[in-house]
């Protein structure tokens, strides 16, 4: 047995009866200034989660009772707290099996006994009245002992109110919401511009291409189409009168009116063209001429 408090004040909890499963068990103790509460723990452990609270007693009672809820063979540690002065005792049991094999009350971690304590305030007691199976409710009174859960506990002193839930580091994206929803439409927008960028430039080569394709195509019909052309035949050539200024002029009785020689003159000039341009294209079809050939030369002159 371990009693923790003032040296003016000792308090002891008494050790109990031997604890039976499924059977009420009793406490006692002195010592205590104020009410007092008893915590339940498994094992030798006397801090943290206790697995039951029994009711908070007032300080002029120094009992109270348990209804044995654990299996045979458990080991527990009841922990007494004086709510008023802090001091504690504490007492290691073993629970023994039931005789009778009685095992229906285990596990159920009642908050009160239901064989002569009340149950807490604003809750129904539940009896089974003796030829029936079916429980009855009824409803609760108030007793000198008040029993108290883990929040009540926590209100009263038994046990240090303490937050055990871990601390979540703060991150960038829970500070701004927004950012997890921008990264994803950022990334889409790049991609579609490096898409967009790729496909105009597979485009733009494209077009390249198909033009240089009908360049080609247009110059090699144009070269067929010359090399098929038949080549001209041999122009008749007009005997040339040639006058020279010692000659005399016939007369004008025998000159042919004015209109008639510029419309001749415009015809010679005209063919004179024609000449020299298959004369011209002659040059550009046929192969050079060895050292015994030589191109045929022409000479014209006006005739005013």
């Not at 790049?190 to 790729?198: R, S």
Request: glycine share 8%; proline share 12%; with cysteine.
């Amino acid at each position: 047995m371990t009693t923790v408090g003032s040296p003016a004040q000792q308090l002891i909890l008494h050790q109990p009866g031997p604890l039976v499963e499924c059977q009420t068990s009793q406490f006692s103790w002195e010592g205590n200034v104020g009410d007092t509460g008893i915590l339940i723990y498994p094992g030798t452990l006397t801090e943290g989660g206790p697995l039951e609270f029994l009711p908070i007693v007032p300080a002029a009672l120094t009992t109270t009772t348990w209804l044995v809820d654990q299996c045979g063979g458990f080991d527990c540690t009841f922990l007494l707290h004086d709510i008023s002065t802090g001091a504690s005792s504490a007492v290691h049991v073993s629970v023994a099996p039931n005789p009778d094999g009685d095992t229906s009350c285990d596990g159920k971690d009642p908050q009160f006994d239901p064989r002569g304590s009340s149950p807490p305030s604003g809750s129904a007691s539940t009896t089974t009245p003796s030829g029936t199976g079916q429980p009855t409710s009824s409803p609760s009174t108030t007793s000198d002992q008040s029993p108290v859960g883990p929040p009540s506990a926590s209100r009263t002193g038994l046990i240090p109110s303490t937050d055990t839930s871990p601390t979540q580091p703060s991150s960038p994206v829970s500070k701004h919401p927004h950012a997890s929803a921008v990264g994803p439409i950022v990334g889409a927008v790049c991609a579609l511009l490096i898409v967009a960028g790729i496909g105009a430039l597979l485009y733009m080569r494209r077009r390249k291409h198909i033009r240089t394709q009908d360049f080609v195509k247009t110059t090699s019909g144009e070269v067929e189409a010359f090399a098929r052309e038949p080549a001209p035949g041999p122009v008749a050539k007009r005997p040339l009168v040639i006058m020279s200024a010692e000659d005399p002029e016939p007369p004008l009785s025998a000159q042919q009116p004015l209109a008639s020689l510029r419309e001749e003159n415009a015809v010679l000039g005209e063919e004179n063209a024609v000449l020299r341009a298959v004369i011209a294209r002659m040059q550009t079809s046929l192969p050079a001429p060895g050292d015994s050939e030589t191109l045929p030369s022409y000479d014209s002159h006006s005739v005013h």
